[in-house]
């Protein structure tokens, strides 16, 4: 698997800039390989990175597998109950043209400020909020 410093950061800076707007918090878990359905393999991850633990169930996790060219978003039941439920596919379809080329860090950075600008609209920053969850990419096998 390879993923660039250049790309990393890229995608850390994302986050960072959208979690600046809402009181959601955005994960990226990066992988090789994935058995089964993307989304499957997400909701796994989501509980065993701790983000079904927020106060406002609003984690969001974009899971990509980029030898298998899989790749998911999912969020958790607060921002579910509010976003429309073709919201995911949208930005996923988005991401697409991006991650065909390659560009990786440009494909999930544009996922991530789109879910930020979405979750501004339902989870707005509190002046009192505090980053539950690292802005760190996570990596699997």
Not at 12 to 39: D, F, N, W, Y
Not at 65 to 80: F, L, M
Request: charged share 30%.
């Amino acid at each position: 698997m390879h993923i660039s410093q250049e790309q990393q950061a890229e995608i850390i800076q994302a986050i960072k800039e959208a979690e600046l707007g809402t009181s959601g918090e955005i994960r990226v878990h990066i992988e090789s390989h994935c058995e089964g359905h993307p989304i499957e393999r997400s909701k796994v991850l989501f509980f065993q990175l701790g983000m079904n633990q927020t106060d406002l169930q609003n984690g969001v996790l974009v899971y990509l597998a980029i030898k298998d060219r899989k790749y998911a978003i999912i969020g958790d039941k607060g921002i579910d109950a509010r976003v429309d439920p073709e919201f995911w596919e949208t930005i996923r379809d988005e991401m697409r043209p991006y991650l065909a080329k390659n560009e990786i860090g440009a494909g999930l950075a544009w996922g991530v400020r789109r879910i930020g600008e979405v979750l501004n609209r339902y989870f707005p920053y509190q002046k009192d909020d505090i980053n539950e969850l690292t802005d760190e990419l996570s990596f699997g096998a």
